[in-house]
């Protein structure tokens, strides 16, 4: 079965500086990878999604990701953080796929991202 | 299109009582998804529906749940006799056929309780 691991639990970064949230991912085949940001009490927005094709994927709000088969990971990248970035981040695979489409993912456990002024 | 509504968006309640949750998918999905996280975890799949049909449901989803989307269209989640340990964010989620390439939309969520 698929499976998602997010290393860090939490992640403190200042105020325009750079951020890496790192996903490994496991999974035979080539996997449908997502990452999702999630601001408290509220539900999850996609942030971006790799399913094939370049291996640098541009999301909203600056992020970006790197698919790296060989590393098996996935990760979340934005060059200058805003103190409105301060989230939980989730990355996620999918599940499995049956009838010709997807039906659901499997998440990790999520990120903390904390910013510092 | 308003996006995946769920309502309540919070419901306190007491142990062993029953609670119902709905979520209304956007209007041309037609895969409809609960998830339930709880504090500090990913969110995690309880069951999944095509259309009107339940295709799979979870391990976590135990007999005291049951869920269902009778015309295909909006979706319940009932929770009989709750426990303490009901107590978490549940989620619902839509998409199309083709929900790899235009991902899955999610709701706010309903934040539940139990006391």
């Known amino acids: 079965a698929q499976s998602v691991t997010q290393p860090d639990i939490h992640i403190t970064v200042s105020e325009g500086a750079s951020l890496e949230l790192r996903c490994n991912y496991s999974y035979g085949a080539t996997p449908y990878l997502f990452w999702y940001v999630q601001s408290p009490g509220q539900g999850l927005q996609l942030l971006l999604k790799?399913?094939?094709?370049?291996?640098l994927v541009q999301g909203i709000k600056g992020f970006e990701a790197e698919f790296k088969r060989s590393q098996s990971s996935f990760n979340l990248r934005k060059p200058s953080v805003h103190w409105s970035d301060a989230a939980e981040y989730f990355c996620a695979v999918v599940k499995s796929y049956s009838g010709g489409g997807a039906d659901g993912l499997t998440f990790g456990k999520g990120t903390h991202l904390i910013i510092q002024p | 299109d308003t996006g995946v509504s769920q309502d309540p968006r919070h419901k306190i309640t007491k142990r062993g009582q029953n609670v119902t949750f709905r979520c209304d998918p956007i209007?041309?999905?037609?895969?409809l998804y609960w998830y339930r996280q709880t504090l500090g975890q990913g969110p995690e799949f309880l069951t999944y529906f095509q259309n009107e049909a339940q295709l799979e449901k979870s391990r976590l989803l135990s007999d005291r749940f049951s869920a269902e989307r009778p015309k295909g269209s909006f979706s319940t989640l009932e929770i009989q006799r709750t426990e303490q340990g009901d107590s978490a964010m549940y989620l619902c989620a839509s998409s199309t056929r083709t929900g790899l390439i235009y991902g899955y939309t999610f709701g706010s969520g309903t934040r539940l309780t139990v006391v």
């Open positions: 790799y399913f094939s094709g370049d291996t």
């Open positions: 209007s041309e999905h037609n895969r």
